[in-house]
């Protein structure tokens, strides 16, 4: 009889499962244990399913407290308003590393008040293009502004805000 046939008889005999016959005998040192070690596969990006997006490589995103604080001391890049109410107004689009659940780059943020803030994300008075015209013009004067007067901090790359990324490579007006 083979010594598996016999563990399962044994397992039998005893009214207990096989693997815990196999590790009684292992831990009496009875039986050598048969376990290899699983050889190691190369990890391969699973294919996406219908719906879903392919995997897309992680990338580091720029975080900045200090960038997010400077974006405050500036007025609403759109309107103009000074009101307290003015933020950094995160980019809304993939191009600028906008993801599910996660926000784009700091340095790619407009100083906007909340009204306009308010217009960029939940407005549905804008269309996808004025959304984007309205944001990236905020972003340009704000990436300007934040330069001219050394509030921009070290450390921190500025990001190209001439390119416009939403109109392929022309340039944009400053």
């Known amino acids: 009889m083979t010594p598996d046939r016999e563990i399962r008889a044994l397992a039998r005999a005893l009214g207990c499962e096989r693997r815990e016959v196999v590790q009684a005998l292992e831990a009496a040192e009875l039986l050598k244990s048969e376990r290899r070690p699983a050889p190691k596969l190369q990890r391969?990006?699973?294919?996406f399913r219908l719906g879903q997006s392919p995997r897309i490589e992680k990338r580091a995103y720029v975080r900045s407290a200090d960038l997010m604080k400077a974006y405050r001391?500036?007025?609403?890049?759109?309107?103009?308003?000074?009101?307290?109410?003015?933020?950094?107004?995160h980019s809304n689009w993939a191009v600028h590393g906008k993801g599910k659940s996660i926000k784009a780059d700091d340095n790619r943020c407009a100083s906007l008040c909340s009204a306009c803030h308010v217009d960029l994300d939940q407005g549905s008075r804008l269309t996808e293009d004025e959304r984007k015209a309205m944001?990236?013009?905020?972003?340009?004067?704000?990436?300007?502004?934040?330069?001219?007067?050394?509030?921009?901090?070290k450390g921190v790359p500025v990001p190209d805000y001439v390119n416009n990324p939403f109109h392929g490579e022309e340039p944009c007006p400053a």
Do not use: M
């Open 44 to 47: 391969q990006a699973a294919p």
């Open 73 to 89: 001391l500036i007025p609403c890049q759109n309107c103009g308003k000074d009101d307290g109410t003015v933020c950094g107004a």
């Open 135 to 153: 944001w990236w013009k905020a972003h340009q004067d704000t990436v300007q502004e934040l330069l001219e007067r050394r509030l921009w901090p």
